[in-house]
T-cell receptor, first 114, second 113 residues
Framework: ETGVTQSPTHLIKTRGQQVTLRCSSQ?????VSWYQQALGQGPQFIFQ???????GRGNFPPRFSGLQFPNYSSELNVNALELDDSALYLC?????????????FGSGTQLSVL | QQQVKQSPQSLIVQKGGISIINCAYE??????FPWYQQFPGKGPALLIA?????SEKKEGRFTISFNKSAKQFSLHIMDSQPGDSATYFC????????????FGTGTRLKVLA
């Protein structure tokens, strides 16, 4: 167990709708990252939050946004859902050290956009 | 230049055999190379990781071999077991302030009993 929990586990939405995915990080982990994993592919970096501020972003449009809270929880929000947004969304928490970070992933939220 | 290329896409090994998965990268700024194991319905779990200042790292049945000059690294699973059947991802990252991982496309390993 990584100590990272995500909710919900599965979600079905309609194109154009908005969705909020939630993550509870390991206690003491000050960094949270979100990844999108399409079927049969490796995870792709969406963005990272460090001490409640966005600290880097991948090649995703602004309709993907996030929040990190002081209690180590975080949210991923996606507006104007598109069919291609259907994927497994993974939250990963970590502790920033001098040399890279070990990412601890949750089990993910499977999002289906119809 | 940000890609990490992984092969093979799938692999079938007999129980007790050696599973070998290969990855190649282009960006020489990468300085951390983890391997993740993912079971269906679960998130990736860190298996083993290496930095480019060593050529090999072993943890139990899992070994990473790293060739800095060739910009390649590989995962060897010795004495492969049916319980090892999963998808394996290599990744790379560098210390730029944002520790984002670049993942390979994954290798689906099946170990036959």
């Amino acid at each position: 167990e990584t100590g990272v929990t995500q909710s919900p586990t599965h979600l079905i939405k309609t194109r154009g709708q908005q969705v909020t995915l939630r993550c509870s990080s390991q206690s003491g982990h000050n960094t949270v990252s979100w990844y999108q994993q399409a079927l049969g592919q490796g995870p792709q970096f969406i963005f990272q939050y460090y001490r409640e501020e966005e600290n880097g972003r991948g090649n995703f449009p602004p309709r993907f946004s996030g929040l990190q809270f002081p209690n180590y929880s975080s949210e991923l929000n996606v507006n104007a859902l598109e069919l291609d947004d259907s994927a497994l969304y993974l939250c990963a928490s970590s502790v920033r050290t001098a040399h890279n970070e070990k990412l601890f992933f949750g089990s993910g939220t499977q999002l289906s956009v119809l | 230049q940000q890609q990490v290329k992984q092969s093979p896409q799938s692999l079938i090994v007999q129980k007790g055999g050696i599973s070998i998965i290969n990855c190649a990268y282009e960006n020489t700024a990468f300085d951390y190379f983890p391997w993740y194991q993912q079971f269906p319905g679960k998130g990736p779990a860190l298996l083993i990781a290496i930095r480019p200042d060593v050529s090999e790292k072993k943890e139990g049945r899992f070994t990473i071999s790293f060739n800095k000059s060739a910009k390649q690294f590989s995962l060897h699973i010795m004495d492969s077991q049916p319980g090892d059947s999963a998808t394996y991802f290599c990744a790379a990252s560098y210390s730029s302030g944002t520790y984002k991982y670049i993942f390979g496309t994954g290798t689906r390993l099946k170990v036959l009993a």
